[in-house]
């Protein structure tokens, strides 16, 4: 595949001194940590794929893009320190042009143990942007034509984002400062419940506060597109339906085919597309399993993606694979109270992975995606849609400019 022509070789914090300036850890390999897995493909569409994505914009709906401890039970020391590596030779070779990276997001534990607290967020933003501006190949993107000229540039466009809006609290002004921080894409809820609504491990859902309200007619106003992947069924309707404008279910799956809280029912799934919405497919280890397919892997991931598509229409779906660098299984066990995975699964039992083959990290998802879609038939036109275009609509009709 082509590298990206402005990767030039940049480490993570090259310009500081370590062991001075920062604590080093040992990382996981960047490239090479995993036997690496090609969907087959015929060298007729090996061909065709490298055309799409040398030609069409890749956008990830949905990323962590950091690079995990190579021993994972030091995650929570390594996150304390505050500060999180980029996987830019990866990065080169992904094929992705627009990002939604999500940083540490809930995970970020420099001054709690919990999470989701306001000073953490802004320093998390700040430390990663610091490292940005010292490269030339990702960058932040704040406007629509932002995005448009990742490809033709060589580079990649950064959407930041955040899962939730719990750091907020109670301050509606909070979103406007998260917006000039470059914050252009915001969950309602994480799993938890928060001042705007539930989250998908509440047994009750109480739907979409008041405050919730005030939130989403802030977002709209902003420019800031609004996401539901991890609100409960009750508070992903009532956004939807308050919002004036389409919302993104940005890494979640088709609960019909595998009934756990993590995937949503077909009544949000068809709520999202007729209001104009995207919803982009999860590939986070164990999340878009199917009764068919019952040890997750490509194969299990693209059939919630046909089914998906098949109930809400090729313009309403897309991919965020949700990975990052390391291992995401390990990840998982020692952050489960974080990122509330127990309640996420329901008590619904699956054969674990030590990985998902084919998914494992942001360079092998969508050249397999698209070797997948190129195999099953799939017409250009549909292809560009479900890489790119149908998460580009949504941003174009809710960003400010």
């Known amino acids: 595949m ?6 030039d070789g940049y480490k993570s914090f090259q310009y500081l001194e370590p062991g001075t300036d920062y604590k080093v850890f040992k990382l996981a390999k960047e490239i090479g940590r995993v036997e690496s897995y090609k969907v087959p493909v015929t060298p007729e569409q090996e061909r065709l794929v490298q055309e799409i994505l040398a030609n069409d914009i890749v956008v990830s709906a949905h990323e962590h893009i950091y690079i995990t401890t190579d021993d994972i039970s030091q ?7 505050g500060r999180n590596w980029t996987p830019y030779e990866l990065l080169s070779k992904s094929g992705i042009d627009v990002v939604f990276e999500n940083f540490m ?19 998390d933003l700040g430390m990663r942007f610091s490292d940005f501006a010292h490269q030339e190949m990702l960058f932040k993107a704040e406007t629509y034509d932002d995005l448009l000229r990742a490809k033709p540039e060589g580079k990649i466009a950064v959407v930041a984002t955040l899962e939730a809006a719990t750091q907020i609290e109670n301050e509606v002004d909070r979103v406007d400062v998260l917006y000039g921080f470059g914050v252009r894409s915001m969950g309602i809820t994480y799993s938890e419940s928060n001042s705007l609504g539930s989250g998908l491990k509440e047994a009750r859902d109480g739907g979409l506060t008041k405050f919730g309200r005030k939130v989403v007619r802030r977002m709209n106003v902003l420019g800031m597109t609004i996401d539901v992947s991890h609100c409960g069924d009750r508070t992903s309707l009532d956004t939807i339906e308050y919002s004036e404008k389409p919302i993104l279910i940005s890494h979640a799956g088709a609960r019909a085919l595998w009934n756990t809280n993590r995937l949503k029912p077909d009544e949000v799934l068809k709520a999202c597309a007729e209001k104009g919405g995207v919803i982009g497919i999860e590939a986070a280890p164990h999340t878009t399993l199917t009764h068919k397919n019952p040890l997750h892997s490509i194969e299990s991931y693209m059939e919630h993606f046909e089914y998906v598509a098949n109930l809400c229409g090729i313009d ?6 949700d990975t ?9 066990r020692h952050l489960a109270s974080l990122m509330s995975i127990k309640d996420a699964h329901g008590g619904v039992s699956y054969q674990e992975v030590e990985y998902v083959k084919g998914l494992e990290n942001p360079g092998e998802s969508f050249p397999n995606i698209t070797r997948w879609l190129v195999k099953h038939g799939y017409s250009r036109e549909d ?6 275009g149908n998460v580009l609509r949504v941003l174009k009709e809710t960003w400010a400019r």
């Not at 309403?316 to 694979?321: L, M, S």
């Open 2 to 7: 082509k590298q990206k022509s402005k990767y």
């Open 75 to 81: 995650i929570f020391e390594y996150k304390h320190s």
């Open 105 to 123: 997001d809930g995970s970020t534990v420099i001054t709690s143990h919990s999470g989701w607290k306001w000073t953490d967020i802004i320093h």
């Open 316 to 321: 309403h779906v897309a991919f965020g694979p």
């Open 324 to 332: 990052n660098v390391g291992d995401h299984v390990g990840l998982h």
């Open 383 to 388: 292809i560009a849609k479900v890489l790119g």
